[in-house]
């Protein structure tokens, strides 16, 4: 399949998850954009807006296994990774799968189970495996999770630590809809994700695909050089007290060619960088006291950072 078929193919599951999620043509574009840079999705969200449908919708687009776990506080690393149960008559183990074992895990609520529980789902995001009683196994591939988290404050949570958010391509949110988009919602009624109603409209085969034409567009040196920069004011500001790990410099680069991808182009310009900067990047800083002080967003923070960069003025073409 060409590169111009397989990106008309992504742009049309866009549209087709637009059809549901009626109003958020921007999250779904964020969201479709970090799942072609191989990445993982925190929503941060409250309660009712839509993300249980939002995760339904990308993986019968995109022809994904899906699987949901809604994590409470005596959910069990278990309950992620699987176990083993012993047969007396047999003398054997069997391993019955967890909720990982899938292409597409809605994790729900993510920061009301326990630290350990947690950590047990990030390993798995992180290494693409799981192991059960000294034995790994691969997950499927793809496998993205998609992890919603409540707004801090919530009563019986437990906010992940920066070295866990750091796991997460994009931090994002749906919010809620605004007037219009609310009564269009209103006038379809109920949402029905059944096959009559949303259709696949690419594989996981050409998803993979898509990911590997990714991971090839040309990226020019000045781009990198830009990329870097970057992150080096956000680790020298007297705002930020932790500034972009290269962990976050890789993610912004993957984003910035998946969002060329989506935008038609085999290499990436400093548009794409602007485009995908601040949900990919605004979850892995840390403010400093004296801009807590000051009170001072880190929106505001990395927005005035990244203007200060001079951009680029080599040939991004090659």
Known sequence: ???????????????????VMIGKERTVHQIMTAILAGGHVLIEDIPGVGKTTLA???SKVLGLSYQRIQFTPDI????????SIYHMESETFEYREGAAMTNLL?????????????????????????????VTRDLPDPYIVLATQNPLGSIGTHTLPESQLDRFMIRTSLGYPDMESEVQMLMQGSVDLTEQNIKEQISAQ?????RKEVKGLFVHEDIIRYIVEIANETRRSRDLELGISPRGTIALLSMAKA??????????????IKNVFLE??????????????????RKEILKDIFYKIPLPKGNQKG
């Open 280 to 297: 990919t990047i605004e979850h892995r800083v840390i403010k400093s006291k004296e801009a807590r002080i000051q009170k001072k967003t």
């Open 206 to 210: 050409e998803l993979k695909k898509a």
């Open 259 to 272: 969002n060329a991808y989506l935008d038609g182009r085999n290499y990436v310009i400093p548009e794409d």
């Open 56 to 58: 339904l919708a990308f």
């Open 106 to 134: 809605l994790a729900d609520e993510i920061n009301r189970t326990s630290p350990k529980t947690q950590s047990a789902l990030l390993e798995a995001m992180e290494e693409g495996k799981i192991t059960v009683d000294g």
């Open 1 to 19: 399949m060409s590169k111009i078929l397989m990106d008309k193919k992504v742009i049309k599951s866009m549209e087709e998850i637009n059809r």
């Open 76 to 83: 069990m690393p278990t309950d992620i990774a699987g176990f």
